[in-house]
Structure formats: structure tokens, C-alpha cells
């Protein structure tokens, strides 16, 4: 493998660095107020309302509107809480997203407006540029645990370990997802998966055509799809801060711009996870059929136009699911995450590595392989219909006594074909539950 080049990188001087620093923040920001304003549109259009529609024409100064009413709201601090970690945790969340865009490639060579100058639109890259993004977002469950224990909160402890306990198991299924992606690209770095996207692939119609990996590695795209749901707590798979649970997880006792911080974090995670799916699966800045046809609107500045596009794209799916799907209870999204992702993605790893090196070293041109696999499959296929043995009895159902509406003190409906018993008469003043005590006595 050809050893990265990072010279267009080290050769930029200090002031074109800062500015595509600087650019990289304000297009991350503006993104952000975007979301959530293209989240209320989107939800209202899907639920037959029109969203924001008073502030600015279309309501886009909707979210401006809500920063300034944060900013001006009672900032507190609870008196059982740890003041210097309560305070630094909103920080702790949301300078990770930021942190991680500097590796994305928002577009390839560029010239800068009024000079000669020309720059790759990317702040950096690195050999190791994934793992560098996959270990800076990782931190940023830390600012949701030490928020939760900070806060001296109960619902606000329960959101963070459950926060914590989701990230780690998502984030391996995630990590296994890219690990295909690497294996196809040959590297890991983020401008070099881009590139590789570009080369052709197939020819159709006499075109030399290049086929981005969220088509040959479909498997990998949508897990990673679903892993992206859950590393950023996006409903369906918000359950750090269940409403109807735990009042408002991890972030209970904030107010004000902190809990600003974690709003908007929550949305930097979503754009920075679009990002990196953009990037990895679908081509990164170059355009899609049929305009990577036509020259000169797949390179410069039009580049920014298509990662645009599609890390809004991207953002609508985090939207459609939140529209669409209930939450789910706890204990089925740790077991779709153990039991089915992380094995799937196990499983797919080794067929894709066994391609790869059945492809180099000439196994599929052979006729003993294919009988291999043939068998192979065969034993599969007959383990699925008539391995999986005896069938479970259901358990015997209890015979139902004598019911008992008030049993633990807590009146409940009976169900059909129960009987109410007579209950003993309530004396004025008397709570029910020391009725039913007198009557269970024999004193009535």
C-alpha cells in the first residue's frame, strides 16, 4: 500500500490553516441551527403541521430565537451537586463533535476566492483519521456521566450510566461496521477512502463507472446506520433521557445556556455521525450519478454543494425514525445490540476478508472451492429447517385463586371473568387498605 502523502497538508501556511479552521466551525454551527430548524419542518410535514413559521421568512430564525430564550433564563446549580464538575460537563459533551469535523474532507482541491492559492478543504487528515473520529466522540459520553453524577440527582444518575452503558454497546457494533470499509479502502484515512470511492468499478454502457461502499458493502451501511441511532441518543433509542422515566435523564437539573450545551450537542453528534457516513459509504464530496459525468461539477467548490446534500440527507433519516417509531423499552435495545448487531457484523467481517483474499489469491477460479461452498451451504440450509429441535412446552398456568383487588394496598381493575369479593364497609376517615385488613382478621 501506497504510504499516505501529506505534503498538501504540511505545506499550507498558518493563515490558510486558521481559515479553513474557522470555516469548518461556521459551517458546523450554521448546520446545527439548520437541523433543528429542518427537524420541526420535517416533523410537522410528516404529522400534517407546519412547523416554525414566525420567526424569519419560513420561521429559519426559529432557532436563534430559542438561543436567545435560553440565554436568558434562570441558570442554577443544585445544592447537592459538585459545582466544578456540574459546571464543566456541557463543555465535555459538545467539544468532541467539533473536535472530530477537522478530519472530514468537505470537499477536494480548492482555490481560495481572490488568490492563487489552492487548498484540500479539510483541515487535516491522518493516517488513522477514523479511529481518530470513532475516539473523540467516544468522549463524549464522559459529559454525560459526569453531568448525571454531578448532578446529585437520581433520574440524572440513572440517564447517564444507562447513556454510558448504551455508547460502549453501539460503539462496538459501529466500529465493526467501518472495519469492512477499511479492509475494501486499504487505509484509514478519510481523504483516501473518498478517493477510493472514486475509481471506477464497473463498466456500464461503455462508462467506467465508480460504485460507492454503501453499495458493495450494503451490510455494513445499514449497521452502521443503526449504530449512529444509538450512539447519539436519537429516539427511538433516546432512552438517557426518557421522559416518561427518568423526568429528563442525565440532563434533569440543567438550565439555561448549560442545557443549551447538551441541545446542542446532541445535534453536532448527528451532523459530525451524517459526516462520517458520508464519507465512508456514499462517495464523501464527489457528485453522484449522473452528474460526476459531466466535468467540472465534480471538483472546486461544487464539492461542498454534494457533501451537503447529502449529510442532509442523512439528517432526515435521523428525523424519519424520530417521527415514525415509538421508543423501545431498555432491555430490547441492549439485546438487539448484543445478540444481533454485533454478531451479524462479526459474521459479515469474515466474509468479507475471506473475498478479499479468495479474490487475490484466485480461489473463486477453482472448481474445489465452489464445491466447498456448495456443501457448506447445504449443511446451513438443513441446520435452519431441522436442527433446531425439540420445541419449548409453553408453562403450565397457575390456577387463579380467590382475587384480591387490594392485594399489596393498590386497588386494581379485575379481569374478565373475575369476581370482586364483598369488601368490608370503610368507616368514615379510614384508608381502604385497613378495611380490607379487618376484613381479612374476621372483624366484619
Known sequence: MIPLDLTPFFHDRWWI?????????????????????????????????????MNGPFGLLQSLADGMKLMFKEDFTPTAADKVVFMIAPFVTAVPAITAFA???????????????????????????????VAVASIGVYGIVLAGWSSGSTYALLGA?????????????????LVAVFLYAGTLST??????QAEPSVTILGYDLPVWFAVQLIPSFLIYLISMVGETNRAPFDLPEAEGELVGGFHTEYSSMRFAMFFMAEYMNMIT??????????????????????SGLDSGWWGVLWFLLKVVLMLSLFVWLRGTLPRLRYDQFMRFGWRWLIPISLGWILLVATFRVGRREGWFATTAFWVIAAVVFAVLIGLSFFGG????????VPEQGDFDAFAGGYPVPPTQGQQLPELAQVLPGEPQVLAKERRDEGEV
Open 103 to 133: 478530519v472530514i474532507p468537505i470537499s477536494g482541491v480548492v482555490r481560495i476566492p481572490f488568490t492563487d492559492i489552492t487548498t484540500p478543504l479539510q483541515v487535516t487528515d491522518l493516517p488513522v483519521s477514523v479511529l481518530f473520529i
Open 389 to 396: 429441535g425439540k420445541e419449548e412446552q409453553p408453562a403450565p
Open 161 to 177: 450510566l444507562r447513556s454510558s452503558a448504551q455508547v460502549i454497546s453501539y460503539e462496538v457494533a459501529m466500529g465493526l461496521a
Open 273 to 294: 455521525v451524517s459526516a462520517l457516513a458520508t464519507t465512508l459509504f456514499l462517495g464523501g464530496w464527489h457528485a453522484p450519478l449522473p452528474f460526476n459525468l459531466i
Open 191 to 196: 481523504s483516501e477512502i473518498v478517493a477510493k
Open 17 to 53: 490553516v486558521a481559515i479553513k479552521a474557522v470555516f469548518a466551525l461556521v459551517l458546523l454551527l450554521l448546520l446545527t441551527l439548520f437541523t433543528i430548524w429542518y427537524e420541526r419542518r420535517l416533523v410537522g410535514l410528516m404529522q400534517h403541521r407546519k412547523g416554525p413559521t
